[in-house]
């Protein structure tokens, strides 16, 4: 019995050791997770890591990471998971999700979900739900405040104010000034 045991055990570090040398194409891909930064404060020289940043990370011209929770400042910054402050002069990006506030130039949630607020010269999201205010606002769907020059979107629950305020999805689909909306994400509310 004791025997049986240690070849079961054996077996699956003799298949493991075979597939490590097994050539690379025929490996399957694995994801690669990412690390915990070492310190509450990081600072970033130009660099993409692939590290959790929990606490403050400092940009020095450009800084990239897996996930933030906390705050972001510099000149750019960009993360796949963002949770907190994106304070960067030029360019704030959170490419899943994000949760907290973006202010610069140019803030963008491109293809994520947003809950909080963007405040800069451009600012762009997948969905919003929370407050645009900038030159242009741009969202896919909306559900709060676009204030601005110009704020476009394909579905609103909510208002713009600026000189061009275009709903896609309402009729009519522009109004100058004010524009309310009452369709929450491509479905009418009442």
């Known amino acids: 019995m004791v ?24 490996a399957p891909a694995r994801e690669v997770k990412a690390e915990k930064a070492p310190w509450p404060v990081c600072f970033a020289f130009n660099t993409t890591k692939n ?14 990471c897996e996930g933030l929770t906390g705050f972001d400042l510099g000149l750019i910054g960009r993360c796949r998971y963002m949770e907190g402050f994106q ?15 973006q202010i610069g130039f140019y803030n963008t949630a491109g293809r994520s979900d947003l809950l909080g607020i963007q405040i800069g010269l451009w ?17 896919n769907s909306v559900s709060g405040f676009q204030v601005g ?13 600026g000189a061009v305020n275009v709903i896609r999805s309402a009729e009519p689909s522009f109004l100058p000034l004010v524009n309310v909306g009452f369709e929450y994400f491509g479905t009418p509310a009442f």
Request: with cysteine; proline share 2%; aromatic share 6%.
């Open 87 to 101: 304070l960067n002069l030029l360019r704030n990006e959170a490419e899943d999700v994000m949760t907290g506030f």
């Open 123 to 139: 600012n762009e999201a997948q969905s919003i739900q929370g407050i645009q205010v900038g030159l242009v606002n741009v969202a």
């Open 51 to 64: 590290i959790d940043v929990i606490g403050m990370r400092f940009n020095c011209a450009y800084g990239a």
């Open 3 to 26: 025997a049986a045991c240690a070849w079961a055990q054996e077996a699956p570090k003799k298949e493991a050791d075979g597939a490590a040398s097994a050539p690379a194409a025929q």
């Open 149 to 161: 020059l110009i704020n476009r979107s394909e579905s609103l629950y909510g208002v713009q104010v």
